[in-house]
């Protein structure tokens, strides 16, 4: 009886951290990860934008998330394992609802996904910007904004964790 629970807990086990990884097509386009809402939350930025220009009329929130086993990895250690994904979810802001008098919630589906994932098969971290569709997104190539961006203002290996109140370091 015993054991059996240990060999499905084991089971379970396996199963959550396999859905976690990164999952490709055969000619290395990354899927969208479907069970990210589940993952660890970390953030929602608000109207962020890394160009300058007049403040955003439509509001908009980015939700960051991370895959449940590389964050407990993350806790422990403080280092991105191998496998860990990013998903960074953009929603539109709304106020159309006669009860909210000020501010915004977030409605709708998606507007745009993009994933950071640190994968040794793909060369290290890589980005990739899925559309509307949801379809396979190709590796946005490296020498793209993306990649210096990250690499010269992110404070744990190239993610923002200055910008995530729970892994924050000083
Ligand atoms: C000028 C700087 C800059 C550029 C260029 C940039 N980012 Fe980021 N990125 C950020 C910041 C700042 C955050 C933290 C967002 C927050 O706090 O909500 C972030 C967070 C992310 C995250 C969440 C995980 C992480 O790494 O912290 C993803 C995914 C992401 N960016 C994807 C992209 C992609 C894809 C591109 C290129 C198309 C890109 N970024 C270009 C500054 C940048």
Redesign the pocket.
Known sequence: MEKSIMLMVGALLLASAASAQPAYTPDGKMLVPRDYRSWMFL?S?YD?S?VEGPAATNHSF?N?FVDRPSYEVFAKTGIWPDKTV???ESRAGSADDPLVKRGEFQAGPPMSL???VKDAAKGGWA???FGRDGGPAAM?PKT???YS??QD??QTD???TQ??PTLARK
Do not use: D, K, P, R
Request: proline content about 0%; some cysteine.
């Open positions: 953030t930025g962020m890394y980015g960051v990013f998903v960074l993009e994933t950071h980005f990739y910007g946005i793209a904004a993306c961006c990250h203002h992110a190239t993610t923002f910008y995530y």
